[in-house]
Structure formats: structure tokens, C-alpha cells
């Protein structure tokens, strides 16, 4: 789970103000869907990623490529936007620069990331009841990230930006087998 508070200032200049200009156009959410597109897209190409990283290529020849492969495939801010980190020698870090969008519209509407690690799946009703009370006690509506770890025997771990709370049975047992050797006669 990416957080605005981890990703370099680059990012957060140009995902803000990419935020900024979609906000403006109403296009915030299309914006967004585009990015997660093209980090897909950047993900399950590498050369085409290399491509766009690659100092020894011109700038012309890139604008080029991206105007051939996204042309009215993606709304035309992210277009102007593409144009801009291309003129900029910053394509390598789009996604990045994706990543802090999403964390920063996330903020923008009000929602949190929640990392939940239990030993067994819960069900979609305990998920809910999970998110229901951590959007509560944040006071931010919860996105809810499941993971299972059997080690953590029971109860649960929740991470929410750099907060880790740990609520395991594993760390339960662990504090009080230190606080029984702590207090046992030498």
C-alpha cells in the first residue's frame, strides 16, 4: 500500500498537479482509470517500459510512439500530461507518478488504506464489520487490503499508512511469556 507521506517530491509535485487539472475538468476518476491502464500496460511490457526510460532515445521519437499507441485511447489531459513528462525526461517514473495520484485522490475523497492480516479469510460479512469499525475509528471511509498469515495464530494485524497495530495471538502469547520470565525468581 503506497501513501502520499513515502513517495518522492517529484511525484507529489506532478501527481498534484495532474490532480489539480482533472479536478478542474471533472475528469479526476477517468484520469485515474487511464493511469492504472498504462501502469498495467508498463507492467506487462517491459521493453515497451525500457523504451520509454532509455536516455539514448530521442524525445521526438518517444512523442511519436506515444501519440501512435495511446491517440484516443486515453482522455487528452493525460495525453498533454504524457507529452509534458516526455519533455521532461520523466516517463521512467510514471508509475510512480500513478501510484501518488491514486494515494493523493484517495486523500482527496476522503479514503484510507488498511492493510488486515488474519490467520484465516474472513468472510466478506467480517470484512465488512472490519471496515465498517476501522472507517470509524478513523473517520475515513476504509479500503480494506486482506491478507492471511496461519503464524499470527489469531486476532489480527492492521496497517494504516506507517501505523502498525498488532493485535495477534502470536504477539499476545509472545508478550506474555516475556512478562513470565520478567517476573520468575532467578
Given at each position: ?101 491514486q494515494d493523493l485522490l484517495d486523500t482527496q475523497r476522503g479514503r ?72 520468575a525468581p532467578r
Open positions: 500500500m503506497a501513501q502520499t507521506n513515502h513517495n518522492p517530491t517529484y511525484a507529489i509535485a506532478y501527481a498534484s498537479t495532474l490532480l489539480e487539472l482533472a479536478n478542474e475538468r471533472q475528469q479526476a476518476d477517468t484520469v485515474a482509470a487511464d493511469l492504472v491502464s498504462l501502469s498495467e500496460i508498463l507492467d506487462q511490457n517491459p521493453t515497451f517500459r525500457d523504451f520509454l526510460r532509455d536516455p539514448s532515445i530521442s524525445e521526438q521519437e518517444r512523442a511519436d510512439t506515444l501519440k501512435r499507441v495511446f491517440d484516443g485511447k486515453i482522455v487528452p489531459l493525460l495525453g498533454y500530461f504524457l507529452e509534458l513528462l516526455n519533455a521532461k525526461r520523466r516517463l521512467g517514473d510514471l508509475e510512480q507518478i500513478a501510484s501518488t495520484y484510507i488504506e488498511v492493510d488486515v492480516t488474519v490467520a484465516n479469510k474472513l468472510s466478506n460479512e467480517q470484512l465488512e464489520e472490519v471496515r465498517q469499525k476501522v472507517s470509524a475509528a478513523l473517520k475515513r471511509d476504509a479500503i480494506i487490503h486482506q491478507y492471511v498469515d496461519e503464524s499470527i495464530i489469531g486476532g489480527m494485524v492492521l496497517r494504516v499508512e506507517d501505523r502498525l497495530i498488532d493485535a495477534s495471538v502470536k504477539t499476545q502469547l509472545a508478550e506474555m511469556k516475556k512478562q513470565l520470565l520478567a517476573s
